[in-house]
């Protein structure tokens, strides 16, 4: 996640933008929306959707393809497990 904190790529700048726009309109009621709109958001809510699946499969392929990214989060997993050890013995 280093890599990601000091220089974010695109796609990893798009990700948070999207979730803090969601994040942003968590609690807004949406009784208010008439039928028209409701169905409007529904097909671009479906359209996100689709669109959040090709990303999630572009960047599984990825990994799956790169044996450095795969013992990168291997060492990060590893580092996780011996952190969350030290902080249960002390």
Do not use: F, Y
Not at 31 to 57: F, G, H
Not at 63 to 79: I, M, N, P, W, Y
């Amino acid at each position: 996640m280093t890599a990601i904190a000091n220089h974010p790529h695109r796609v990893t700048t798009a990700i948070a933008g999207v979730r803090t726009e969601l994040t942003s309109v968590a609690a807004v009621p949406v009784w208010s929306m008439d039928p028209a709109e409701t169905v409007a958001a529904l097909v671009e809510v479906n359209a996100a959707k689709a669109q959040l699946a090709d990303l999630e499969a572009r960047l599984t392929r990825l990994l799956a393809s790169s044996a450095v990214l795969q013992q990168t989060l291997r060492l990060e997993a590893a580092h996780r497990l011996l952190r969350d050890a030290i902080d249960a013995a002390a």
